[in-house]
Each structure stands twice: as structure tokens, then as C-alpha cells.
């Protein structure tokens, strides 16, 4: 049985007289994984960030599992993680106290004990392989632990949404790699919205694809869908034709 568990509503937000997101509307439904891509400026990080109540929508509405974004904002808060292009790590601490930081703010002391926040930062550390690097000051890591961390402190306190915006930034083949691993393990059981200008990343990842441009969404499918859709083989192919084409 599918549920909606994040619905967008004809949400816009405009920055002066620049419309970032044009009256979108998206429905991603629990458990599946949707890469939302587009070209620099077109909206992405704009829609991640109204998702995660960062910037309020100018106009529409975005709900995660029936809650409004702007009503109520800490309900929603307390729903979502989230790994940014400007990531929230504490530069001066280590690995392990990055995560600590974010269990003791993300893990309800009421609900957990504190062997089980100390269980479910080492599953982290064992699960995105950051044992070597644990003691080591966050800025003395090198940028694609630091997106590791990054992720592994968005997820700590188990959340049912995450976002990811651009996980896998410049990072080399193998670290690309090993994060799609992690990012796989997290599948199923939480929703996730993931924004790329990596093609093979989406392939492998998402479940569902959707296309920005110019704020807005033009087309929303499978993989398989948006092929039958275009005519084209491959997301690359598929990428061009409509970014190219514009307006479709
Ligand atoms: N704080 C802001 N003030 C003014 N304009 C903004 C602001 N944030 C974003 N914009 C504008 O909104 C549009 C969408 O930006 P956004 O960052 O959402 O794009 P993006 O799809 O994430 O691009 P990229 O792939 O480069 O990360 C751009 O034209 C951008 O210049
Ligand atoms: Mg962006």
C-alpha cells in the first residue's frame, strides 16, 4: 500500500521580483527514493530547503506526513534530516562529538536511553566506515568525509524524511561509491529526496525522477517512463532533450 508522505501543492517561492520555484506539485509516497534534477538555478535547493522549513514558501503549500510546513514547522523539523550544500558540521569537533552534538538534539532523552543514543552512534560510524577518521577534527577532514559526516549527522536520530542536497559534491569514483552504498541502506525504510547533477546517480539510486526548469517541475516518472516519454535511452539522453527543449 502506497502513502503520500510528502506532497507539495502548487508551492512557489519568489525572491523579489526572481521566481526560484514556480508553483510545484509533488507527491512523493513512503519509503521511495525520488532524485529531483535540473540545471544550476533551476529550484532544487530552493524546494529542498521550504521542505526542511529553512525559507518559507512565498505562495502553495508542502506537507510531510500531513503536517504544513509553515503551521507546523517543529513538527516537521523533528520529521527530516537533512544534508545541505552548507553543511551543519561544528568545524572544531570531532567526528564523534559532530554526532554526539546531533544525537543529544535529535534523539528525544525521554524515548532513548543512553546506551541506545551510544548504540546508534556507533551503528553510524560502523555503517558509513568512519571509524579511522573518529577522533579527527572535522576540518582536518578531507571534503568527502566531511559529506560522509555530513549525511551520518542527518540521519542520527532516525528521521523519516531525509534530503540531500548534492551528496556526492565533488567527491572522487571510489568515495562516490561508497556513499551510493550508504545512501542505498538507508532505502526503503525512510523517505528521501535527493537533488544531483550526477545522471548515473540518479539511475542507480532513485525509484522516481523528477525534472526542474526554471522553477518549475516538467516532468515527473520512472526511469522507463521518462524514456517512453522522450523517446530517449538513458537519463543523460533523456536530461538533454528536455532541458534543451524548454518548455514541453
Ligand atoms: N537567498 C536568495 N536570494 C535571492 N535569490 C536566490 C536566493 N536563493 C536562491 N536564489 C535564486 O533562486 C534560483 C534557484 O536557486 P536554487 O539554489 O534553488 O537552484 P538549484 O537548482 O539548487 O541550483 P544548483 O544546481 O546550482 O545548486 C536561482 O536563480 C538563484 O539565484
Ligand atoms: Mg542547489
Not at 529550484?43 to 506526513?65: E, F
Not at 556526492?168 to 556513499?179: F, H, N, S
Request: a positive charge.
Amino acid at each position: 500500500m502506497e502513502s503520500k508522505l510528502i506532497s507539495l501543492n502548487n508551492l512557489s517561492k519568489s525572491y523579489g521580483s526572481k521566481t526560484a520555484v514556480d508553483g510545484i506539485d509533488l507527491i512523493v509516497n513512503e519509503g521511495e527514493m525520488l532524485a529531483l534534477l535540473g540545471v544550476n538555478g533551476a529550484g532544487k535547493t530552493t524546494t529542498i530547503k521550504m521542505l526542511s522549513c529553512l525559507t518559507r514558501p512565498s505562495g502553495g503549500t508542502a506537507q510531510v506526513c500531513g503536517y504544513d510546513v509553515v503551521k507546523d514547522t517543529d513538527k516537521v523539523k523533528k520529521l527530516i534530516g537533512i544534508s545541505t550544500q552548507e553543511t551543519a558540521i561544528a568545524r572544531n569537533l570531532s567526528v564523534e562529538e559532530n554526532l554526539s552534538f546531533m544525537a543529544g538534539i535529535y534523539m528525544d532523552p525521554d524515548k532513548y536511553s543512553r546506551k541506545d543514543i551510544k548504540d546508534r552512534i556507533e551503528k553510524i560510524i560502523a555503517d558509513f566506515r568512519l571509524e579511522e577518521v573518529r577522533k579527527t577534527k572535522s576540518c582536518k577532514l578531507s571534503g568527502g568525509w566531511q559529506r560522509k559526516l555530513s549525511i551520518a549527522m542527518a540521519i542520527i536520530g532516525d528521521p523519516k524524511v531525509i534530503l540531500l542536497d548534492e551528496p556526492t559534491l565533488g567527491l572522487d569514483v571510489l568515495a562516490r561509491r561508497e556513499l551510493w552504498r550508504a545512501i542505498e541502506k538507508l532505502k526503503k525504510k525512510r523517505t528521501i529526496i535527493l537533488t544531483t547533477h550526477y545522471m548515473e546517480e540518479a539511475e542507480a539510486l532513485a525509484d522516481r525522477i523528477a525534472i526542474m526548469i526554471s522553477g518549475k517541475i516538467v516532468m515527473t516518472g520512472t526511469l522507463t517512463e521518462l524514456e517512453e516519454k522522450t523517446g530517449q535511452k538513458g537519463l543523460e539522453n533523456v536530461f538533454i532533450s528536455v532541458a534543451e527543449g524548454g518548455t514541453l
